[in-house]
């Protein structure tokens, strides 16, 4: 029990680390030795209560263990970093390509490994990624992409910048998703004539395996070309999730399957086992070998080296990474004929993927696994009596459903109500049938499996696509508070310890109803909420585009929806994420204000996932978001008011659609907001022109408090005139990270400092939250707020 506690603390100090602002200097580790030298001392008393203690601060010493450990692994690898100098500037390169290529319409995106650099004085990282986008055609249509595989060395130009995220609550962090893969710069090949291969292949076992995944999938699109699901195959081959579509990954989110997408513990345990019962069987058979090798000794090694073969050819993903070192320690276990508790397998296991990868505590699929599997012990593990194999089944889907569901709230926002039977069904075929059959396909000869495994997993998707296509197939919740989760927890835990035979949920161990109570916080406390009067705005870090959130007490309107980012968007990534965490389920009024794609880029994604009760904008009847629902031309003159907050539409004029020539900036839908404590104007993309217009017809309700800067700070607009009317106390530039236009320029940067307004940027400060409050404007931003040493 001493020995698991001590890996928790080392966890729990990985943990701890990751949560900073700043990385503690590693000097510091040497205040530890005190810790651990008392530790030693009250170790040698008789004293319970001495004894006690100097456990606890052994605790201590290994939770600081933990987290200088992390911090010495950050150090080291945020060293390796690009130089700010040396960003968007070319650098001629030599380097081999160390991935799998992912295709998409317009480039080709993949790791580097930099071996040389020629360009004289120039500093970059050794590992970065680099998108090399397509040629444009003589006949100007055809788009014609690079062909590179991995391996082979190339000398290119490359402009590179630092690993960027955007920052906002609920949202993906890049940032830590690229260091924790130690990708330390991105950028894309710029077209040069030096550009040119220098080796087909690259002699080095992790270049080899890369080309050997590129071969199987490459045989899996000949052989099951026009086959739907071929891309889900690919993935049980070769651990690559980007050849799967889209829609099909929303159905595995959808009924709680995606899990099964991850070569994880399921699918390396099973080809792990199969190995070494066969390799179990074949030695016993052969008296020569058992007197050189126990039968059960040699088929743990052979299964061992299945597993990690699996484990390399899937990626060697963390998913996968953590199921090979469990088995490991399984294995280690058996070969010195020692019995292991489940629950030491899982803490040596734990510690060895903390170890390796400290950043992992920040992935979902860490948490979750590591849950799961945790909650499959919990309710097989020490229990009298045995169950039927059906219910013992039902049993685990239900408790694994129930057990993950506060990670699920906290981590996704949403929980798969139809996950216990879909995992019934899918878990089953998919891991008896079509992962094995897959597998076989790898090898050349048995290539023609394929169809065979096509066809059940084809059989397989028709039920996942019926169950998530149920109206209440997934319950969506904001994101709960930490106390809430923690108590629901507990609650879990305590539901799920042994009781009778039967899947009663009150039967067994004693007064477990209790669990419903600590559950009930987690679904019955409700986020904040702005009151009658008040209006609260988040401006979205959607980069190069604009986004704002508005609500009052009771309402809540969407203006922009912000880029699409090829074949995802701001909508998936960013704001429906932060409107299901914020408790969001619906929006009242969602304004497009022109067709440029930085500002309705998302639109669609929004409204596939949300209610929305009305849409404003400037776009024409031939748009498809105009064709989804139906849409109210915005002009000047339209206003409403919800809960003492009034909203009106100053521009444009409604004959301004008239002229068919105009320009999609000029038709942009500007929205005013006003307050009894301040007011807003977004102005979307207007030029010079609207903001003369405005001045003209509207500038006795033009100053505002807070303005969004117009054209994202571009010298098409803040005119002097036009700001000054305005006369903003704040002003919020929405610009991408080293943006292509350089907004904001600096031109207008100075014009509003020369103003005295105080100003915020998104590519610096993050989302950024206004409140109008009876106590004034309060404004904060996300990256003060969630300040992290890799930003």
């Known amino acids: 029990m001493l020995t698991r506690l001590i890996i928790l603390a080392f966890v729990i100090g990985v943990i701890l680390l990751q949560q900073q602002a700043e990385l503690p200097k590693l000097i510091w580790v040497f205040g530890l030795l005190p810790i651990a030298i008392t530790a030693w001392l009250f170790w040698q008393y008789e004293s319970f209560l001495v004894v006690a203690t100097g456990r606890i601060l052994l605790l201590i010493f290994f939770m600081g263990i933990g987290f200088f450990w992390a911090g010495g692994f950050a150090q080291w690898r945020l060293a390796d970093s690009l130089p700010q100098e040396w960003e968007r500037r070319d650098v001629q390169v030599i380097g081999v390509v160390a991935s799998l290529p992912q295709n998409s319409d317009r480039s080709v995106r993949f790791q580097f490994n930099v071996e040389q650099i020629l360009t004289a004085d120039a ?34 130009t490359v402009r590179l910048k630092r690993p960027y995220s955007n920052a906002n609550p609920h949202g993906f962090d890049f940032e830590v998703w690229a260091l924790e893969r130690n990708i330390r710069a991105v950028g894309y090949v710029r077209q040069s004539i030096d550009n040119q291969q220098l080796n087909p292949m690259v002699n080095r076992p992790d270049y080899w395996i890369e080309y050997l995944r590129q071969e199987i999938q490459k045989r899996f699109t000949l052989t099951l070309s026009n086959h739907t699901y071929s891309g889900v195959l690919k993935t049980f081959a070769t651990g690559d999730q980007r050849v799967i579509p889209h829609d099909q990954w929303q159905v595995f989110t ?73 088995l490991a320690v399984v294995a280690i276990a058996i070969w010195k004929g020692s019995l292991t508790s489940s629950s030491a397998i899982l803490a040596w296991a734990l510690l060895l993927v903390v170890l390796i990868d400290p950043w992992a505590v920040l992935s979902p699929g860490f948490w979750l696994s590591f849950g799961a599997i945790a909650i499959i ?21 239900w408790a694994i459903t129930l057990g993950l569901a506060p990670l699920l709230l906290v981590l996704f926002q949403q929980v798969s109500l139809v996950s216990p039977i879909a995992n019934a069904v899918a878990i089953p075929l998919i891991s008896l049938v079509v992962v094995p059959l897959t597998l076989l396909a790898t090898i050349p000869l048995f290539d023609f499996m394929l169809p065979l495994a ?17 109206p209440q197939a997934v319950w969506h919740q904001y994101a709960p508070p930490a106390w809430t989760v923690l108590l629901a927890v507990m609650g879990i835990f305590w539901a799920l310890l042994p009781g009778s035979l039967g899947l009663g949920f009150f039967a067994g161990f004693p007064a477990r109803w209790l669990s419903i109570f600590a559950l009930l916080p987690m679904f019955l406390v409700t986020p904040p909420k702005p009151l009658a009067g008040e209006l609260w705005v988040t401006v979205l870090d959607v980069g190069q585009g604009l986004a704002v959130v508005a609500r009052t007490k009771n309402y809540s309107l969407l203006f922009d929806t ?35 794609s930085d500002h309705s880029g998302g ?5 596939n996932a949300l209610p929305v009760k009305m849409l404003i904008s400037s776009l024409d009847e031939t748009h498809p978001i105009h064709q989804s629902i139906n849409n109210y031309q915005c002009h000047d003159g339209q206003s409403w008011q919800w809960d003492g907050v009034q909203f009106e539409l100053l521009h444009p004029l409604i004959q301004s659609y008239e002229n068919t020539l105009r320009k999609t900036n000029a038709n942009s839908c500007v929205l005013k907001i006003t307050t009894e404590y ?40 803040s005119t002097a005139a036009f700001i000054e009317e305005i006369n903003p106390t704040l002003t919020i530039f929405t610009v991408g990270y080293l943006n292509r236009y350089d907004h904001p320029r600096a031109e207008v940067v100075e014009r509003y400092r020369n103003l005295g307004s105080e100003m915020l940027r998104s590519d610096v400060d993050g989302a950024i939250f206004l409140r109008f409050e009876k106590s004034g404007l309060s404004v904060e931003t996300w990256r003060s707020l969630h300040q992290r040493y890799w930003q």
């Open 123 to 156: 500093v970059i990282p050794k590992k970065i990624m680099l998108s090399w986008y397509g040629n444009r055609q003589t006949n100007g249509n055809d788009l014609r992409l690079p062909v590179i595989n991995p391996g082979e060395r190339w000398q290119i």
């Open 254 to 326: 959808r009924t709680g399957t995606n899990h099964l997408m991850a070569i994880s513990g399921l699918h390396i345990t099973l080809v792990s086992s199969l190995v070494f019962g066969i390799f179990f069987w074949l030695w016993r058979c052969s008296a020569l070998l058992l007197l050189y090798l126990p039968a059960r000794r040699a088929a743990v090694v052979a299964g061992l080296i299945a597993a990690f073969g699996y484990a390399v050819l899937a990626g060697f993903a963390i998913p996968a990474q953590r199921a090979f070192y469990m």
């Open 377 to 397: 012990m919990l309710v097989t593990m020490g229990r009298i009596g045995q169950l039927h194999w059906l219910n013992g089944w039902l049993r685990v889907q």
């Open 454 to 470: 096509h066809l059940v997993l084809s059989a397989v998707m028709t039920f996942l696509y019926w169950l998530s296509d149920l």
């Open 562 to 596: 912000g880029p699409s980012f090829g074949e995802s968007n701001s909508g998936d990534r960013i704001i429906v994420p932060y409107l299901r965490g914020e408790g969001i389920s619906q929006l009242d009024t969602m304004i497009i204000s022109h067709a440029d």
């Open 603 to 607: 639109a669609l994604s929004v409204l």
């Open 678 to 717: 301040g007011s807003i104007i977004l102005p979307a993309d207007i030029e010079k022109a609207g903001e003369r217009e405005l001045l003209a017809r509207a500038r006795t309700i033009l100053p505002a408090s807070v303005l969004i800067a117009p054209h994202h700070g571009s010298n098409t607009s």
